[in-house]
């Protein structure tokens, strides 16, 4: 050991980027590790683009980290050793810190509906769409939130002939105002995706999604959206968490059960406006990410640490490649009355995707 103060960043997605990127212009007195399962960064917010044949190239988490001073080391974190404050590695190996941040976002939720982990395809991470072949037949999306809606209009448009069927409880942007929700059924309409609300799935069989009513929908492919998990390393670690692993934070973005160890995004657990828990996103992703490291450099000098504030400012849908829905939401993420639509929508969309992925290259 060095003297210097060491932080590991587990993970290298939206939240650990922003940390390690913050942490890196001020924290010059500190070691910093990220450490990734993945060589190259996963644009999470594009997977569905390429889950329809579109190709994303991510950057090289090394290069871009090292250049900037800060450690890389390619593994799966497998356990955290809370007393000795040591992450255990994968490949043997084992990371010792004074400071973590738990950054390790989410994946798909596929254990809540029984034959989702054995028939079903997901778009949550990359390893999901690598596996996920487009065939001939009708491609089942079941969920009908942002993901389930996206992924619909970018398959129904990159494949045209294609026969994609949206499968939801509630109508496509059922939370969006009525303007975002008619633009939205208008343009799956538009685009040849067939929808269907008030649809339950109770299983996933290999012929395709089997609906409370009975009757199974035959489909050549069924992709599951309804939802993300988080990694279940903090619960084992003895974390505090909440029911489904998120690690539970305070006002500043520390554990509220073991003070060396920050969290932000996907996988922590963080009151937004109104007390609210924040939605899994980027755009929560990114600014909690930057909070922690900030949180991080207060401690370490000794300063108070600030609490975390947030309002949520636009909900952005693409629908496909030349539309979208821009919606611009209330402090607490409530539609308010504004919408676009249309070219200028897909525009807001890709240039907010660009703005996210810079946010994170360090
Ligand atoms: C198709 C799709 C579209 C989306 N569109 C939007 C959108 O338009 N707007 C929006 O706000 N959000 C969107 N989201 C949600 C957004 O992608 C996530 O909320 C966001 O990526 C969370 O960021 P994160 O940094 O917490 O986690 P991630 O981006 O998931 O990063 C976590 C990182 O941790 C790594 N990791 C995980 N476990 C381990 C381990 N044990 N050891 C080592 N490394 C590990 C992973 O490899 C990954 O790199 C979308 C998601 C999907 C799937």
């Given at each position: 050991?060095?003297g210097q103060?060491r932080?590991?960043?587990l993970?290298a997605?939206?939240?650990?980027?922003?940390?390690?990127?913050?942490?890196a212009?001020?924290?010059?007195?500190?070691?910093?590790?990220?450490v990734?399962?993945h060589?190259?960064?996963?644009?999470?917010?594009?997977?569905?683009?390429q889950?329809?044949?579109?190709?994303?190239?991510?950057?090289?988490?090394?290069?871009?980290?090292?250049?900037?001073?800060?450690?890389?080391?390619?593994?799966r974190?497998t356990?955290?050793?809370?007393?000795?404050?040591?992450?255990i590695?994968?490949a043997?190996?084992?990371?010792?810190?004074?400071?973590?941040v738990?950054?390790l976002?989410?994946?798909a939720?596929?254990q809540?509906?029984?034959?989702?982990a054995?028939?079903a395809y997901?778009?949550?991470?990359?390893?999901?769409?690598?596996a996920?072949?487009?065939?001939?037949g009708?491609v089942a999306?079941v969920?009908?939130?942002?993901?389930?809606?996206e992924?619909?209009?970018?398959?129904?448009?990159?494949?045209?002939?294609a026969?994609?069927l949206?499968?939801?409880?509630?109508?496509?942007?059922?939370?969006?105002?009525?303007?975002?929700q008619?633009h939205?059924?208008?343009?799956?309409?538009?685009?040849?995706?067939?929808?269907?609300?008030?649809?339950?799935?109770?299983?996933?069989t290999?012929?395709?999604?089997r609906l409370?009513?009975?009757s199974?929908?035959?489909?050549a492919?069924t992709?599951?959206?309804?939802g993300?998990?988080?990694?279940d390393?903090?619960?084992?670690?003895?974390?505090?968490?909440d029911?489904?692993?998120?690690?539970?934070?305070d006002?500043?973005?520390?554990?509220v059960?073991?003070p060396?160890i920050?969290?932000?995004?996907?996988?922590?657990l963080?009151?937004?406006?109104?007390?609210r828990?924040?939605?899994?996103a980027?755009?929560t992703a990114?600014?909690?990410?930057?909070h922690?490291?900030?949180?991080v450099?207060a401690?370490?000098?000794?300063r108070?640490s600030?609490?975390f504030?947030?309002?949520?400012?636009?909900?952005?849908?693409s629908?496909g490649r030349?539309?979208?829905?821009?919606?611009?939401?209330?402090?607490?993420?409530?539609?308010a009355?504004?919408?676009l639509?249309g070219r200028t929508?897909?525009w807001v969309?890709?240039?907010?995707v660009r703005?996210?992925?810079?946010?994170?290259?360090?």
């Amino acid at each position: 050991m060095t003297g210097q103060h060491r932080i590991v960043v587990l993970g290298a997605g939206y939240a650990g980027l922003a940390a390690a990127r913050r942490l890196a212009r001020t924290a010059r007195d500190a070691r910093i590790t990220v450490v990734d399962a993945h060589t190259a960064f996963v644009e999470r917010i594009r997977l569905h683009q390429q889950a329809s044949g579109q190709r994303i190239s991510g950057w090289d988490l090394r290069k871009l980290l090292e250049r900037k001073g800060i450690g890389f080391v390619n593994a799966r974190a497998t356990d955290i050793d809370t007393a000795a404050k040591r992450v255990i590695l994968d490949a043997g190996g084992a990371l010792d810190y004074d400071t973590l941040v738990y950054a390790l976002g989410s994946s798909a939720d596929v254990q809540s509906v029984p034959g989702v982990a054995e028939h079903a395809y997901s778009v949550a991470t990359q390893e999901d769409v690598s596996a996920l072949p487009m065939r001939d037949g009708l491609v089942a999306v079941v969920g009908a939130g942002s993901t389930g809606i996206e992924l619909a209009a970018e398959l129904a448009e990159s494949h045209p002939g294609a026969r994609v069927l949206l499968l939801g409880l509630e109508d496509p942007g059922a939370w969006l105002s009525v303007r975002a929700q008619a633009h939205i059924r208008r343009t799956l309409e538009r685009l040849g995706v067939e929808i269907r609300s008030g649809a339950k799935v109770l299983e996933v069989t290999p012929q395709g999604p089997r609906l409370a009513d009975g009757s199974l929908v035959e489909a050549a492919a069924t992709v599951w959206t309804t939802g993300f998990r988080v990694p279940d390393l903090a619960a084992r670690a003895g974390l505090a968490v909440d029911s489904d692993g998120r690690v539970l934070t305070d006002a500043t973005l520390r554990s509220v059960s073991h003070p060396d160890i920050f969290a932000a995004g996907d996988a922590a657990l963080v009151a937004g406006p109104g007390g609210r828990e924040l939605r899994m996103a980027c755009a929560t992703a990114l600014p909690t990410g930057k909070h922690a490291a900030d949180a991080v450099l207060a401690r370490m000098h000794g300063r108070q640490s600030q609490e975390f504030r947030f309002r949520y400012v636009l909900q952005c849908l693409s629908l496909g490649r030349r539309d979208g829905v821009v919606q611009v939401v209330r402090a607490d993420d409530a539609p308010a009355r504004t919408v676009l639509t249309g070219r200028t929508a897909a525009w807001v969309k890709e240039r907010i995707v660009r703005v996210a992925a810079a946010s994170a290259r360090p």
